[in-house]
């Protein structure tokens, strides 16, 4: 029963300088996954297929990785390293399909964010992310170990759930986009997931760069068979490639945020990696859509659905500081 028990670290994180720090981290991250959300839905717009943009989006950040996997002897290492963890059952072949769920929230943001927007896109993303954390910790699958489910910390995906509701209350009036506003919350449950996996296989890495390089190199492969499924079906995109380069970065802006996430969620687990992006992705969802051009500004509606969102991402965080 020892392995139930939880850790002294969990009972007051507010100490924990790093702690807070890796929180924080989250929280810089979170607003990346908002930033990737409103670049790789505009793109999907130019290029009029989801799927193509998140197989660009995906694609850019494996050369950059690539490049980088050439020219660092340790992240080359650190990707034997992973190879020999497979090789003595230290780590599991499903926990390197994190890429799998990063590239299906890639391939949501190009499919929905033109319809639902980058604010009603995140907090649905929230919604998903927030509730998969909670039993992602519970079942101890990252590598910081079990994590006991509280009345504190299962209230807050409850709010995020209700928060969700009020957002899209004004901002989904037909079936097919409530249909759309499923993705983005089956891509924060998955998001949850991707980031315990993701750091099981940074710490069979010892490095942050290996542990990326596989996520994006198991993403991609995968948007591409969904690129090849999607040209079959709906033939050659009409849309042209868009000669802004701002438009390219969402590779970029996902190395840097898996990346993050893979570096800390040992340190704060994932519930608090999970809230602190929140608060992240949904600060940085309502700028973009009002300082986007173009876009439709937030809704009241949306802008309590946001509030709310932030006061269930801060009852966790105060319980446990408190503890």
Known sequence: MAALTPRP????PGRDPLKVLGVALAVVAG????????????LADHLGNGFLAAFV?????????????LVS???????????TALREGRLRWWQCLG???????????GLTVGTLGVAVFIVAIVAGQSVSSLLVDRFGLAPGGIRLVTF??????????????????????SAGALALAVLPLLAGAGSAWQQAVNGRVRAASGGVVAATFVNFLVGTAALAVALGISLLVQGTPTGAFPTNPLLYTGGLIGIAFIAMSAAIVHRVGVLLLGLGMIAGQVVGALVLDVVSPGATPPSTATYVGAALTLVAVAIPAVFDRRR
């Open 57 to 69: 989006s995906f694609g850019s950040g494996l050369v950059w990785l690539t490049l980088a996997m």
């Open 73 to 83: 002897r340790r992240a080359r290492a650190g990707l034997t390293g992973v190879v």
């Open 152 to 173: 504190p910390r299962a209230v807050g995906p409850a709010l995020t759930v209700v928060a969700v509701a009020i957002a899209m209350s004004a901002g989904i009036g």
């Open 9 to 12: 670290a969990d009972a007051a």
């Open 99 to 109: 890429g799998l769920a990063g590239g299906f929230l890639v391939a949501t943001q």
């Open 31 to 42: 607003f990346g996954v908002a930033l990737q959300s409103r670049v790789n839905g505009t």
